[in-house]
């Protein structure tokens, strides 16, 4: 751009937002037709913390946000703060213990080998993932299983290969990375409302 070009003007309302906010409101919307299975993922939850067991979450990038909004929602608080403090942890949490494994390993290991040290007989583990094919959810929701947890899934998509490892799975029904990371987010606030009703 030279100095004496006009500044850069932009629509105010440009179609292709309109079309992205379009498309993750009815992404959203359509989750209204899976609230059984909304419901039986809260229970499941809910129920392994009232059995006094944890909960662990993973994802990686946008995932792993979320993975961590979940596990510091469990030990802060959602809305109440008079309930107690709920044993959550996100396994992509803690940079030390990614890379030492990373390194020493591999990246597919870097959830399960962290599962390996946590995991009890009736944990959950939750996951979040658009593609449902990252090697390292794969691997973790199978050291869940071989350790006695359960391992519980968001995805996109069609699912992907974590869809046929979880003990139990939601798939968002859409494409588009942001709208089911969005999605997963609505589906998080959820769990969490659900939780604590109950506890």
Same mark, same amino acid.
């Given at each position: 751009?030279?100095p004496d070009d006009?500044?850069?003007?932009?629509?105010l309302?440009p179609?292709?937002m309109?079309?992205l906010?379009?498309?993750?409101a009815?992404?959203?919307?359509?989750?209204?037709y899976q609230?059984?299975?909304i419901?039986a993922?809260c229970?499941?939850?809910?129920d392994? %913390?009232l059995a006094?067991?944890?909960?662990?979450?993973?994802?990686? =990038?946008? $995932?792993? @946000?979320a993975a961590?909004?979940?596990?510091e929602?469990?030990?802060?608080?959602?809305?109440r703060?008079?309930?107690?403090?709920?044993p959550g942890?996100c396994?992509?949490a803690d940079t030390t213990?990614?890379?030492?494994?990373?390194?020493?390993w591999?990246?597919a290991?870097?959830?399960s080998r962290q599962?390996?040290?946590?995991c009890r007989?009736?944990?959950?583990?939750?996951?979040?993932s658009?593609s449902?094919?990252?090697?390292? %959810?794969?691997?973790a929701c199978e050291?869940?299983k071989?350790?006695? =947890?359960? $391992?519980? @899934?968001l995805l996109g998509?069609?699912g992907g290969r974590v869809?046929?490892?979880?003990d139990?799975?939601?798939?968002?029904?859409s494409?588009?990375?942001?709208?089911?990371?969005?999605?997963h987010?609505?589906i998080?606030?959820?769990?969490?409302?659900?939780?604590?009703?109950?506890?």
């Amino acid at each position: 751009m030279k100095p004496d070009d006009p500044p850069h003007t932009f629509d105010l309302n440009p179609a292709w937002m309109l079309d992205l906010i379009r498309d993750s409101a009815s992404v959203i919307e359509r989750l209204k037709y899976q609230l059984p299975e909304i419901d039986a993922l809260c229970r499941k939850i809910a129920d392994q %913390l009232l059995a006094g067991n944890k909960i662990l979450t993973a994802g990686n =990038g946008g $995932s792993a @946000a979320a993975a961590l909004h979940l596990a510091e929602e469990l030990t802060g608080k959602y809305n109440r703060s008079d309930r107690r403090a709920l044993p959550g942890i996100c396994l992509a949490a803690d940079t030390t213990a990614i890379t030492c494994i990373a390194n020493d390993w591999d990246f597919a290991s870097v959830f399960s080998r962290q599962i390996e040290a946590y995991c009890r007989p009736g944990d959950v583990l939750v996951v979040f993932s658009s593609s449902g094919n990252s090697e390292n %959810l794969v691997r973790a929701c199978e050291t869940m299983k071989r350790f006695g =947890g359960l $391992s519980l @899934a968001l995805l996109g998509r069609d699912g992907g290969r974590v869809h046929q490892v979880a003990d139990l799975s939601l798939v968002v029904n859409s494409n588009r990375t942001a709208s089911i990371q969005e999605t997963h987010d609505v589906i998080l606030h959820l769990i969490l409302e659900y939780i604590e009703r109950v506890v």
